[in-house]
């Protein structure tokens, strides 16, 4: 049972039905849940006793450098699940990832470099987290650079899903960065062993708005999912049967 559970998410059509069903159920509840924690961050919230309102920007920054990690860690897997497995759906998942990861990575970069400014006085540093995490952006772009490169559909997928793969050392190394060497960035304060140090009126829209950014991705990654897999099956004779029906 449990596997052919598994093998139904490797059939395109299965997963495009799926994808379209549930796009809804994740995009309405992202927007609100956002929406309220934009609110919650930018008005509710008090200001810091050492960053006044400037630390408002991390309601946007965290969640941006969190997302970056999570949507690489849901790029590798599904890589190395293409790998194993030779499941197309994984290969179509992994593309998808791919641009809405960079995306999120340059955003963590930009309002970190907004962030630092005021706080550090410079827009850049050379420091651990912030400089992995540039290796972050070019890891992604060199993914999408090396999948474009090949003609072969099958050559693209087997190369960029094995960058993919060992290009997830460097998660850990940003995650860890703070606690292994001398940083700018202070310690973790909300996904740390132990009670947050983060006051309870600035975390709880954190946390709503890393939800909301998560049920974002989710989504958008169904809606571009639907995309890959009608670009990879585009000659499949269950597509010409689902645009008849």
């Not at 449990?2 to 139904?8: A, L």
């Not at 699940?81 to 992994?94: D, H, S, T």
């Not at 960035?185 to 009126?201: D, E, M, Y």
């Amino acid at each position: 049972m449990t596997w052919t559970w598994f093998h139904r998410l490797g059939s395109p059509p299965h997963i495009y039905r799926l994808a379209t069903r549930l796009t809804p159920w994740f995009a309405w509840p992202a927007a609100l849940i956002i929406v309220a924690a934009l609110y919650g961050g930018l008005v509710l919230a008090p200001p810091d006793y050492q960053q006044g309102d400037g630390f408002r920007m991390v309601y946007v920054h965290a969640p941006c450098a969190w997302m970056s990690l999570m949507v690489y860690t849901t790029l590798a897997v599904a890589s190395a699940v293409g790998l194993i497995w030779r499941m197309k759906v994984a290969y179509a998942v992994a593309a998808s990832c791919a641009p809405i990861g960079a995306s999120f990575t340059a955003a963590a970069l930009m309002t970190g470099m907004l962030f630092g400014r005021p706080m550090w006085g410079t827009y850049w540093a050379w420091d651990p987290q912030l400089t992995f995490e540039l290796v972050l952006l070019f890891i992604y772009l060199g993914y999408m650079g090396l999948r474009s490169s090949f003609d072969d559909p099958q050559r693209a997928d087997r190369a960029s899903s094995m960058l993919a793969v060992v290009g997830f050392i460097d998660v850990p190394i940003i995650h860890f960065s703070t606690t292994w060497w001398n940083s700018l960035h202070q310690a973790p304060s909300v996904l740390r062993f132990g009670k947050p140090t983060i006051a309870l009126p600035m975390l709880i829209p954190l946390l709503m708005m890393l939800l909301g950014f998560t049920l974002y991705f989710v989504a958008i990654l169904l809606v571009r999912l639907r995309g890959e897999i009608l670009r990879r099956e585009r000659s499949a004779s269950w597509l010409r049967e689902a645009i008849v029906s």
